[in-house]
């Protein structure tokens, strides 16, 4: 059965740094891009990083770019994402999601080609 949970979420200040972990079961894993998209209050949610199936290659939304990193453990099927240097403009609901069956040329930030969503966690930057 497919299941993405993410964990790490929560409180502080602006400069601080958090990082969050998607552990994920079910054979979708191995072939799937695997990314950390977000969500603010009165926004869409929007991608912030992706990883190739591989863990080769990564794309990050401008906003994040220098700052946040993503990496996975295929191991663990687990997929990080270190937020460094955060910003208030980083307070959101932040949800680990998987584009399932892509070759690395096809990981995109676009939610809407997400397959499976995790239940989130929140992030809350304080000035």
């Known amino acids: 059965q497919a299941y993405l949970s993410e964990s790490g979420g929560g409180s502080v200040q602006a400069g601080g740094s958090l990082r969050l972990t998607c552990s994920a079961s079910?054979?979708?894993?191995?072939?799937?891009?695997v990314g950390w998209f977000r969500e603010a209050p009165g926004k869409e949610r929007e991608g912030v990083a992706i990883?190739?199936?591989?863990?080769?290659?990564?794309k990050y939304a401008d906003s994040v770019s220098g700052r946040f990193t993503i990496s996975r453990d295929d191991s663990t099927k687990k997929v990080y994402l270190q937020m460094n240097s955060l910003d208030p403009e980083d307070t959101a609901m932040y949800y680990c999601?998987?584009?399932?069956?892509?070759?690395?040329?096809?990981?995109?930030?676009?939610?809407?080609?997400?397959?499976?969503w995790g239940h989130g966690t929140q992030v809350t930057v304080s000035s």
């Open positions: 999601g998987s584009q399932n069956l892509r070759l690395a040329s096809q990981c995109n930030l676009m939610a809407g080609d997400v397959n499976y």
């Open positions: 079910g054979n979708f894993f191995a072939t799937a891009c």
């Open positions: 990883i190739s199936r591989d863990g080769n290659w990564a």
